[in-house]
């Protein structure tokens, strides 16, 4: 079953009830501002912190009249808080609350998708020391190359994710900026001193500068961020469904007992998790190309990017939650077939084990060129033959048999030899 409690508290930060309260978390972050500077008495503040409060249901009804979301939430804040209510959004502009509001939603939202990152990275971490010996076969353009291991292979899953994780980190402190600056950020009739307070309180910093909005650079740029990890979890799970081929079959996902492949063939065991997120990246990806449409807006700002970012950040940042957690489950039980693996470098008596044939050849005093033809030749006549032996044809072949003797040929299709740098790969990871 797939890891839930993350994902029911992703949802909820997107929800009108939580996003209300970051907006009521804003507007009292800017009385305790202003009571702090002594343009707000001791007493009003006291009322405000109070008797703030707000209706999801009653903004509902106001909105339907005034057409103006925050004029609704401000318009309930103030029923309920009374004659105090006239230092609540002084000086302010819908954008002050909406924006810095929606940099604590994406700081809250960050916070759970930088733990899901360390949970993966610690899952191929584990599988990478377990296989760091295991044998397998290294594919370029699909075609058998030479050996490797399996936990070279997670190494470099473990590499891309590292810096996924320190692009996203990079991207969830650039975007923690709120703004408190006025319609046009010019601070006509607010301080920036109250704006510094606000955000300090808060926990952001206040924007360089704001024009109405905050700039979409920055939330545009921490949609790649996601898009980028969307996509470490794609190739991945491409490389599964590769190694899960029937012909293939180095690895699989688990399997459990009584689940059902397909509704025709009862032989079928299908990469489905792979697949699901295989496709679910690509939603994460054209959500960061709309985030890149919306930088571009008119003079100080229009709202032709706030109807995109209430379907793309919701949708973005919860589906990241559960493609981390599901990619997590999908590794942590993922099903290694070692015998497999060591055959399939077999395949055609060995001829993934060419370059050292042709290295030790050369080292007897061949030219490469030289070399590489009696290779290529005893390497494609085993590939073009079903039965193609490598080795055997070397071992028959005359003219390079007079260059090395069997002991020396068979030295040439000792595995370990590939292995014997791999300590050095791992300490770079420090495992």
Not at 152 to 161: G, R, T
Not at 392 to 415: Q, R
Request: glycine share 4%; net charge negative; with cysteine.
């Amino acid at each position: 079953m797939i890891e839930r409690y993350s994902l029911k508290e992703m949802k909820a930060i997107w929800e009108l009830e939580s996003k209300f309260q970051y907006y009521l978390n804003v507007e009292l972050a800017v009385c305790e501002a202003y009571n702090e500077l002594g343009k707000i008495p001791d007493s009003d503040l006291k009322q405000i912190k109070e008797k703030a409060a707000f209706s999801v249901e009653r903004i509902d009804e106001i909105e339907k009249e005034v057409g103006h979301d925050v004029i609704a939430f401000l318009t309930n804040v103030n029923e309920n808080v009374g004659e105090s209510s006239r230092y609540i959004h002084m000086g302010m502009t819908s954008s002050d609350v909406i924006d810095t509001a929606f940099a604590l939603q994406i700081q809250k939202a960050s916070q759970i998708i930088e733990k899901d990152l360390d949970k993966v990275i610690e899952t191929i971490k584990n599988k990478a020391i377990e296989h760091k010996k295991t044998v397998c076969i290294g594919r370029s353009h699909g075609i058998h190359a030479e050996p490797m291991t399996f936990g070279v292979k997670l190494c470099s899953w473990l590499d891309i994710f590292e810096r996924a994780k320190k692009r996203f980190l990079i991207a969830k402190d650039e975007i923690a900026v709120g703004q408190i600056s006025g319609p046009v950020g010019t601070y006509s009739n607010i301080s920036p001193e109250v704006e510094a307070l606000t955000c300090k309180k808060l926990g952001l910093k206040p924007a360089k500068i704001s024009t109405q909005v905050i700039a979409r650079d920055y939330h545009a740029n921490y949609m790649q961020t996601l898009a980028l990890i969307a996509s470490v979890i794609e190739q991945c799970a491409i490389e599964i469904r590769h190694l899960q081929k029937t012909e293939i079959l180095e690895v699989e996902e688990a399997f459990k007992k009584g689940q059902k492949g397909s509704s025709a063939m009862p032989h079928k065991k299908n990469p489905i998790s792979s697949e699901n997120l295989s496709g679910l990246a690509r939603v994460v990806k054209s959500n960061a190309i709309a985030a890149l449409d919306n930088i571009p807006l008119w003079h100080e700002r229009d709202i032709s990017h706030s109807s995109v970012e209430r379907i793309i950040f919701p949708d973005s940042t919860i589906l990241i939650d559960y493609m981390l957690n599901r990619f997590n489950k999908l590794v942590s039980g993922l099903v290694i077939h070692k015998e497999n693996m060591l055959k399939n470098t077999c395949l055609y008596g060995g001829i993934v084990y060419s370059q050292r044939v042709l290295l030790e050849l050369t080292n007897k005093g061949l030219s490469r060129e030289a070399a590489y033809a009696l290779v290529q030749n005893c390497a494609l006549k085993a590939f073009n033959n079903p039965t193609g032996d490598f080795k055997k044809n070397l071992l028959e072949d005359k003219e390079v048999c007079k260059i090395l003797t069997e002991e020396e040929i068979e030295n040439c299709f000792d595995s370990n030899y590939y292995l014997r740098n791999i300590d050095s790969i791992y300490e770079r990871f420090g495992i």
